[in-house]
């Protein structure tokens, strides 16, 4: 089995993380219910011809794929794996839309055409001319994670050498708003709803500081009581133990469900800081690459923002850092980083 | 004419988000496939519903579409001559 590592990480989100490198200093509250995403100027990734029919989630995703192949030095890798939980959305609405305004008649392709769940993974591909395996996972919040499993199962099992695995989530225009509207307003989602596209380059060549991809683990359903001997089992799978880990990044996102996260700190002694983000860059499906994003850079530059933590517990030096994410007390799924 | 050409126009940048492009930049002349416009097989498609929807003509042979799609005045000529709506 060989090692899986990561060598580029690139992020559209709700905060300037693309055209600079991350300063979250600066970053900026979100106080809207919803939160687009801080997009760049796509014409210097995408050509005008293929760019005027991409709807926002492709403008981000190939976008995102194409600088994070760029920096890790790969120009055709051997594998495109994406993660969605929404898909293309925007053109999902657009299509129904036209479906039902013209009484099933007059329909134009572009939309239909570009509002399949693949459409990122299948541009990126056609942007390369790369033939190589091309896939898209869908389950919710654990589209990302699946894609990630798939990416880092073909760098250990030496099937691929170089493997671009990322996440995209759009807000679209109208089936957020009715999700808005269904949404418990006491005991449900507290953060805004937002969209981004996080994309990685695996590899199995160890770089110097090279940061590793250690585990995977997902679960579509366990309890609150469950989430301390599930977690403290993937740890010792991996040959740690709480007090090893540095930091903890969970997705927080002020709903009731956030009780699993305090169960699974509350397994950490006090020196382990203890991280959270969708405060700053919103609930999406696919948020959790953007935790993965904020994780490889901590392990890489050495520095947590403020802005991330709870509390005032923060380490000088990270070595080890462990994601966890839920949605609705569903999709679990702990990732294990390290330097 | 002069008012469908406009019209044509500005459905076409619309349709086909050509932001690139506002209507003083498209003459009636221009090729809209290959050089002029650059547009494409997909693109077609587009402006045969629009043709359809828009202006009642139904394209059933591909390569009628292609004389009519020459450019604009041949699009709006063919559109005069042919229109149900």
Same mark, same amino acid.
């Given at each position: 089995m060989k090692a899986c590592y990561i060598h580029s990480a690139v992020s559209i989100s709700a905060q300037n993380t693309f055209e600079t490198d991350l300063n979250l200093s600066e970053s900026n509250p979100i106080t809207s219910k919803k939160a687009n995403a801080n997009h760049p100027q796509y014409k210097t990734y995408i050509a005008p011809g293929a760019l005027r029919r991409m709807a926002t989630g492709v403008k981000m995703g190939v976008t995102a794929g194409k600088k994070a192949l760029e920096k890790a030095n790969i120009t055709n890798p051997d594998a495109i794996l994406t993660g969605t939980g929404m898909g293309c959305i925007e053109d999902t609405e657009n299509f129904l839309n036209a479906l039902i305004a013209n009484d099933e008649a007059y329909l134009t392709p572009t939309s239909f055409i570009q509002s399949t769940h693949n459409t990122v993974g299948a541009q990126i591909a056609l942007a390369l001319q790369c033939n190589a395996y091309n896939n898209t996972y869908v389950h919710g919040a654990l589209s990302f994670e699946s894609a990630l499993l798939d990416g880092q199962l073909l760098i250990k099992n030496d099937d691929s050498r170089s493997v671009l695995v990322g996440g995209i989530d759009e807000l679209g225009k109208e089936f957020i708003d009715y999700t808005l509207l269904v949404e418990d307003k006491k005991h449900g989602v507290q953060v805004p709803f937002s969209e981004g596209a996080s994309f990685f380059v695996l590899s199995s060549e160890k770089q110097e500081k090279a940061i590793q991809l250690n585990d995977i683990k997902t679960f579509s359903n366990?309890?609150?009581?469950?989430?301390?001997?599930? $977690?403290?089992? +993937? @740890?010792?799978?991996?040959?740690?133990?709480?007090? #090893? =880990?540095?930091?903890?990044?969970?997705?927080?996102?002020?709903?009731?469900?956030?009780?699993?996260?305090?169960?699974?700190?509350?397994?950490?002694?006090?020196?382990?800081?203890?991280?959270?983000?969708?405060?700053? +860059?919103?609930?999406? +499906?696919?948020?959790?690459?953007?935790? !993965?994003?904020?994780?490889?850079? =901590? @392990?890489?530059?050495?520095?947590?923002?403020?802005? !991330? =933590? /709870?509390? #005032?517990?923060?380490?000088?030096? =990270?070595?080890? /850092? $462990? @994601?966890?994410?839920? +949605?609705?007390?569903?999709?679990?799924?702990?990732?294990?980083?390290? !330097? | 004419m002069s008012n469908l050409i406009q019209e044509l126009k500005e459905n076409i940048i619309e349709l086909l988000n050509l932001e690139e492009f506002s209507v003083e930049d498209i003459n009636d002349d221009d090729a809209l496939f290959g050089d002029g416009l650059g547009l494409d097989s997909i693109d077609a498609l587009e402006l045969m519903v629009m043709l359809d929807k828009d202006y009642g003509i139904k394209l059933t042979d591909p390569k009628e579409g292609k004389e009519i799609f020459q450019s604009i005045a041949v699009l709006a000529d063919y559109i005069e001559k042919n229109r149900a709506k």
């Amino acid at each position: 089995m060989k090692a899986c590592y990561i060598h580029s990480a690139v992020s559209i989100s709700a905060q300037n993380t693309f055209e600079t490198d991350l300063n979250l200093s600066e970053s900026n509250p979100i106080t809207s219910k919803k939160a687009n995403a801080n997009h760049p100027q796509y014409k210097t990734y995408i050509a005008p011809g293929a760019l005027r029919r991409m709807a926002t989630g492709v403008k981000m995703g190939v976008t995102a794929g194409k600088k994070a192949l760029e920096k890790a030095n790969i120009t055709n890798p051997d594998a495109i794996l994406t993660g969605t939980g929404m898909g293309c959305i925007e053109d999902t609405e657009n299509f129904l839309n036209a479906l039902i305004a013209n009484d099933e008649a007059y329909l134009t392709p572009t939309s239909f055409i570009q509002s399949t769940h693949n459409t990122v993974g299948a541009q990126i591909a056609l942007a390369l001319q790369c033939n190589a395996y091309n896939n898209t996972y869908v389950h919710g919040a654990l589209s990302f994670e699946s894609a990630l499993l798939d990416g880092q199962l073909l760098i250990k099992n030496d099937d691929s050498r170089s493997v671009l695995v990322g996440g995209i989530d759009e807000l679209g225009k109208e089936f957020i708003d009715y999700t808005l509207l269904v949404e418990d307003k006491k005991h449900g989602v507290q953060v805004p709803f937002s969209e981004g596209a996080s994309f990685f380059v695996l590899s199995s060549e160890k770089q110097e500081k090279a940061i590793q991809l250690n585990d995977i683990k997902t679960f579509s359903n366990i309890t609150e009581q469950e989430v301390p001997t599930v $977690l403290n089992e +993937f @740890l010792a799978e991996n040959n740690y133990k709480p007090k #090893d =880990i540095d930091a903890v990044i969970c997705g927080n996102n002020g709903s009731v469900y956030d009780s699993y996260y305090s169960k699974a700190r509350a397994i950490f002694p006090i020196t382990t800081s203890q991280l959270h983000y969708k405060h700053l +860059f919103g609930e999406y +499906f696919t948020a959790s690459a953007m935790a !993965l994003y904020l994780g490889v850079y =901590i @392990l890489k530059n050495q520095q947590i923002y403020d802005t !991330l =933590i /709870i509390g #005032d517990n923060s380490k000088n030096s =990270i070595k080890t /850092i $462990l @994601l966890y994410n839920q +949605f609705n007390g569903r999709d679990h799924s702990f990732i294990l980083l390290s !330097l | 004419m002069s008012n469908l050409i406009q019209e044509l126009k500005e459905n076409i940048i619309e349709l086909l988000n050509l932001e690139e492009f506002s209507v003083e930049d498209i003459n009636d002349d221009d090729a809209l496939f290959g050089d002029g416009l650059g547009l494409d097989s997909i693109d077609a498609l587009e402006l045969m519903v629009m043709l359809d929807k828009d202006y009642g003509i139904k394209l059933t042979d591909p390569k009628e579409g292609k004389e009519i799609f020459q450019s604009i005045a041949v699009l709006a000529d063919y559109i005069e001559k042919n229109r149900a709506k």
